[in-house]
């Protein structure tokens, strides 16, 4: 079962999927992927260019690779999912070698965007979230984990988050089988879900 996870940067995507794992675990096998470890390499050009690339766009996400990977898992074969370097905006020269479970959870924000993709997914979350509390986890992470200041977060939200959501983000929720507000805090939608998958599986899909 391929469960896909999408929404905007800060909604919680992440912390759903835990949440979903934690509820399943005992009794499937789960692989956890993002989305972001596919970003496309820049390693060919300079780190000041690097920086003015649009991480918010399809394009700077290797789909194909991506969708190499899930099939991979779903036909039953082991990957090697690249490992990327936000700090340096380039994929290390090791990988996260990664068996197929029972169950795929993969989140991203641009996940919905591709049909091909998309069409993998058994069952499709979006997690929704206000604009003001997603970008003010957004600003904690990049300040403590990808060695941001305040000012390039701000800079690059306005010129290519916010823009890149509201024109591709937002508009995959009509794709979403279940709309979760608040995410991983919104407990009752994650029982629900988890019930679901459950019920899912036991039927067969």
């Known amino acids: 079962m391929i469960i896909g996870i999408a929404g905007g940067t800060g909604s919680g995507k992440t912390t759903v999927a835990k949440k979903i794992k934690e509820k399943i675990i005992d ?30 766009h399809p394009n700077s996400i290797d789909m194909e690779l991506l969708i190499k990977h899930l099939k991979a898992l779903i036909n039953g074969s082991t990957v090697e999912i690249p490992i990327y370097d936000f700090k340096t905006h380039t994929r290390k020269n090791i990988t996260k070698r990664e068996n197929p479970g029972d169950i795929v959870i993969i989140e991203g924000i641009l996940i919905f965007t591709n049909k091909e993709l998309r069409e993998l997914f058994d069952y499709k979350i979006f997690v929704d979230t206000p604009d003001d509390i997603r970008f003010i986890r ?21 010129m290519t988050v916010r823009p890149m959501h509201i024109e591709f983000v937002e508009p995959t929720k009509k794709f979403a089988d279940i709309i979760i507000p608040e995410g991983g805090f919104n407990k009752n939608a994650i029982d629900v879900i988890s019930s679901s998958i459950f019920h899912i599986l036991k039927r067969g899909i």
């Open 27 to 56: 009794k499937h096998t789960v692989v956890m992927m993002q989305q972001d470890s596919y970003y496309k390499d820049h390693s060919d050009i300079p780190f000041e260019e690097r920086e003015k690339i649009n991480y918010d």
């Open 138 to 158: 957004r600003l904690k992470r990049d300040l403590t984990e990808r060695n941001r200041t305040v000012n390039s977060v701000i800079d690059q939200y306005l």
